[in-house]
C-alpha cells in the first residue's frame, strides 16, 4: 500500500471514528430538552387543571349560594302569604265576635224581666194592685227572681270585669241578701256608668228596697230609673213596680195612674198588657 493510500484510509478512520463519539452527545442533548419541554408541558397542563378546578369549584359554590338564598326567599314569600292569610282571618273573626257580642249583649240586657216572668218573679207580677197588708206579689216574690246572668264570654278585660261585678251583685240577690246586693249594684253603677246594664241593675236596686220593705227608697230609685233612662226595657217594669207599691201602700189612685201611664208611654210592651189586666181590676 502506498503512503498516500495509506494516509487517506488513516484520514477516513479518524473520521468515522470521530463522528461515532458525536453521536451520543447529541442524542443526550435531544433527550434533555424533550424532557425539559415535556415537564414545563406538565407543569402548564397542571396549573390549567389547577385553574380549572377553582372555577369549577367557583361555580359550584355560587350555585350552592343562589340555591340557598331562592329557598329562603321562597320560603319568606310563603311565610308571608300564611301571615296576611292568618290576619285576614283574625280580622274577620274579630269583626263576628264584635257583631256577636253586641247582639248578646242587646239580648241579655233585658233577660232578666223575661226571665222573672218565667219564674214567678218581679217581672211577672210588677204592676199587681193586691191592696192586702202583705207586700205586693211582684215585690214579695222578687226574692226568687233574681237578675239573670249577662254574657260570661267577653273578649275584653273591662268587659270581663264588668260582667263579674254584676254577676256578684247577682249571686247576693239570689240569696235574699238584699242590702248587699243593694250595694253591689250601686257600686256596678257608679263603676260603670256607661254599661247597658245600669238600668238592670237600679231596677234591681229598687226591689231589692222593697223586699226590705222600705218603699221610700224603692220609689225613688224606680223614679230615677224612669228619669234617666225612660227608653230602656226596664222601663215598663219599673212603673210596674211602682204602680204594686202604691196600691200596696193603699194609693189606688196613683196606681191607676200609674198603669194607664204605662199603657200611654208603652203601648207595645208587654207591661202594657199587664197594666190593662191590673187597671180593670182595680176599677172593679
Known amino acids: 500500500m502506498s503512503k498516500p493510500v495509506a494516509a487517506r484510509t488513516a484520514a477516513a478512520i479518524a473520521l468515522l471514528a470521530l463522528a461515532a463519539a458525536s453521536i451520543p452527545a447529541k442524542a443526550g442533548l435531544f433527550d434533555d430538552e424533550e424532557a425539559r419541554r415535556r415537564i414545563e408541558q406538565i407543569k402548564q397542563e397542571l396549573a390549567q387543571q389547577g385553574r380549572d378546578n377553582e372555577a369549577r369549584i367557583a361555580r359550584l359554590e355560587e350555585q350552592i349560594r343562589n340555591i340557598g338564598v331562592v329557598e329562603l326567599l321562597r320560603q319568606i314569600d310563603a311565610l308571608n302569604a300564611e301571615i296576611a292569610k292568618l290576619r285576614g282571618s283574625i280580622e274577620v273573626l274579630s269583626n263576628q265576635n264584635d257583631q256577636l257580642q253586641k247582639k248578646q249583649r242587646d239580648f241579655y240586657v233585658d233577660l232578666d224581666s223575661r226571665l222573672a ?168
Not at 138 to 152: F, I, M, Q, Y
Not at 169 to 190: G, H, Q, V, W
Open 117 to 284: 216572668r218565667l219564674e214567678g218573679g218581679p217581672a211577672a207580677g210588677a204592676g199587681s194592685a193586691g191592696g192586702s197588708a202583705a207586700p205586693p206579689p211582684t215585690v214579695a216574690s222578687a226574692s226568687a227572681a233574681p237578675p239573670s246572668r249577662p254574657p260570661t264570654a267577653p273578649t275584653k278585660d273591662d268587659q270581663s270585669r264588668e260582667i263579674k261585678a254584676y254577676d256578684a251583685a247577682s249571686n247576693l240577690f239570689r240569696r235574699n241578701d238584699f242590702s248587699s246586693a243593694i250595694e253591689a249594684f250601686r257600686a256596678f253603677t257608679k263603676d260603670y256608668p256607661q254599661s247597658p246594664l245600669v238600668p238592670n241593675a237600679e231596677y234591681w236596686i229598687g226591689i231589692g228596697y222593697a223586699n226590705l220593705k222600705d218603699y221610700r227608697n224603692a220609689l225613688a230609685t224606680q223614679e230615677g230609673l224612669l228619669a234617666r233612662h225612660p227608653q230602656s226595657p226596664k222601663a215598663p217594669d219599673a212603673l210596674l213596680a211602682i204602680a204594686a207599691m202604691q196600691a200596696e201602700q193603699g194609693d189606688n189612685g196613683s196606681a191607676r195612674n200609674t198603669l194607664e201611664d204605662i199603657i200611654a208611654r208603652y203601648p207595645g210592651s208587654e207591661a202594657a198588657g199587664k197594666a190593662r189586666t191590673r187597671l180593670a181590676s182595680l176599677r172593679r
